[in-house]
């Protein structure tokens, strides 16, 4: 199996969003609460660890593995979704007091506009300036200030001149 594929199979990522839907069915039910967030928080920190540390001797930290493509983003999906049961969980603690500043609620408001355009960017970058740099460490952080900088602007434009004047319509259109 070739590795770069990893980025072309939906599966991937459907793995992720099958995550997220089910951290929401959960946070909805009547099983849910800060006690069992904490177990569920464990039991998926664990899971991410136990992964790490068997998966390290079978090649999963490397870049062009068979066990790092099956696996990195599983791994990635563990932790992550642990982070977001204990903060669920904890809503109103000074754990997720931060959450309501606005450049947190812009980033929220805007974070799928970067989703789908910073590839782009990144791409674009490389072809247009990345490619007569050397690879260094510090080039590396340009890019990564550039293509976030980028992307927030191109959020920000669309969200301005694209998102809010078709929910405006939508909602003269069809209103609830």
């Known amino acids: 199996m070739n590795p770069l594929v990893i ?24 099983y849910f609460s800060a006690k069992v967030s ?12 136990l992964l790490t540390i068997i998966g390290s001797r079978f090649g999963l930290l490397g870049t062009m593995t068979t066990i790092g493509v099956a696996f990195r983003y599983t791994q990635a999906y563990l932790f992550f979704a642990a982070g ?12 997720t007091a931060p959450l309501p500043w606005k450049f947190l609620q812009l980033s929220g408001a ?8 910073h590839l782009s960017i990144g791409d674009a970058y490389e072809i247009l300036i990345g490619r007569y740099h050397e690879k260094t460490m510090f080039a590396a952080w340009v890019r990564t200030v550039v293509m976030i900088a980028a992307s927030f602007a191109v959020a920000l ?3 301005r001149f694209l998102e809010d004047p078709c929910l ?9």
Do not use: N
């Open 7 to 30: 980025y072309e199979l939906s599966w991937f990522r459907c793995d992720g969003l099958a995550v997220g839907a089910l951290i929401a069915i959960w946070v909805r039910s009547s």
């Open 38 to 49: 904490r177990r569920i928080t464990r039991i998926l920190v664990t899971a991410s660890a």
């Open 84 to 95: 977001f049961v204990l903060f669920i969980a904890h809503a109103g603690s000074p754990w």
């Open 110 to 117: 805007l974070s799928y506009c970067i989703y789908l355009v």
């Open 157 to 159: 434009v669309s969200k």
């Open 168 to 176: 405006r319509l939508k909602d003269r259109l069809w209103p609830v």
